[in-house]
Nanobody
Framework: MQVVESGGGLVQPGGSLRPSCAAS????????IQWFRQVPGSERVPVVG????????YYKGFTGGRFTVSRDNAKNTVYLQINRLTPEDTAVYYC?????????WGEGARVTVSS
């Protein structure tokens, strides 16, 4: 089982970005897929998740609506939409899934917000 993030990059403040998480070895739509982020020098924290019932789960500090998750079942891929980016959003964004106690992390997608 594997998840691979892509779609990070450099974006100006106020812009948007949509990192993706491509799943393999399991069906994304059957599981809760979560996005975490890690700012240098800080802990990795949960941002938002999408479960098998298409319910979006927002975590503390990320309930303002700037972060949303969607899924393309045909591509077995989950997307993180980030809007109105600020420099404080600069971080590595990770995709995470826990399937029957098997934890799967991706390598992360680096997002840099700077003018």
């Amino acid at each position: 089982m594997q998840v691979v993030e892509s779609g990070g990059g450099l974006v100006q403040p106020g812009g948007s970005l949509r990192p993706s998480c491509a799943a393999s070895g399991f069906t994304a739509s059957d599981n809760l897929i979560q996005w975490f982020r890690q700012v240098p020098g800080s802990e990795r924290v949960p941002v938002v998740g999408l479960d098998s019932m298409d319910r979006m789960l927002y975590y503390k500090g990320f309930t303002g609506g700037r972060f949303t998750v969607s899924r393309d079942n045909a591509k077995n891929t989950v997307y993180l939409q980030i809007n109105r980016l600020t420099p404080e959003d600069t971080a590595v964004y990770y995709c995470y899934v826990n399937i029957r106690s098997t934890v799967v992390w991706g390598e992360g997608a680096r997002v840099t917000v700077s003018s």
